[in-house]
């Protein structure tokens, strides 16, 4: 692993953590094993380094959605779409990567300059979100009364608010899943 990738990875971890304001480079010099001066070398400035690792956690995010979507034979019925990217969106935030974690917790507290690249990443996530639930509709599933932009919201908000709240003493990650799954479906369609 390259010092640069060092870095970003302990910058992801600390970020996912203590948050943007609490983000210190003394913290992600000591995760990566090195000294705080040496950062400079490969990022200008603390927000430079803030900014890859937030684009790195929506890119990471989405990629990973996208193919566990494209590992789902032909046909797949789009409910079972829409549940699979659930549990592929929970198990990436919460077991396998600081950098979505550091996405999902720093989004709102990021200056609008360190977000911009973020903003358009995001986009391209939630129109994955978007086919899903509209699929969902178009298969006649979802409830009537469900404005299909408010639901997308809501199910990715609830997803990423997981975050804020799990940690495995209140139960496995496979648990979280489970309940996410039967909530959404329940609250999503008529086919409960």
């Keep these: 692993m390259s010092t640069r990738e060092r870095i970003l990875d302990a910058a992801a971890h600390v970020l996912s953590v203590n948050g943007y304001a609490g983000l210190r480079l003394t913290d992600v010099a000591a995760e990566a094993r090195l000294q705080a001066p040496a950062i400079y070398h490969y990022y200008a400035s603390r927000d430079e380094l803030v900014e890859e690792v937030m684009w790195s956690g929506i ?11 494209d590992e789902l034979p032909d046909g797949t019925p789009p409910l079972t779409r829409l549940l699979t990217s659930v549990e592929a969106h929970l198990c990436h935030v919460l077991q396998a990567s600081d950098y979505a974690t550091a996405w999902i917790r720093n989004a709102g507290q990021v200056p ?16 994955i979100w978007r086919r899903l639930i509209n699929d969902v509709a ?55």
């Design 59 to 69: 890119v990471g995010m989405r990629e990973y959605v996208a193919a566990v979507l």
């Design 138 to 192: 178009r298969e006649g599933l979802l409830r009537p009364e469900l404005d299909l932009y408010i639901a997308q919201m809501l199910v990715l908000g609830a997803l990423n608010w997981a975050v804020e709240w799990w940690t495995p003493s209140l139960g496995s990650i496979e648990s979280v899943v489970v309940n996410a799954k039967s909530l959404i479906r329940q609250g999503l369609t008529d086919d409960a």
């Design 112 to 127: 609008l300059a360190i977000r911009k690249r973020q903003i358009v990443e995001e986009e391209r996530y939630g129109e």
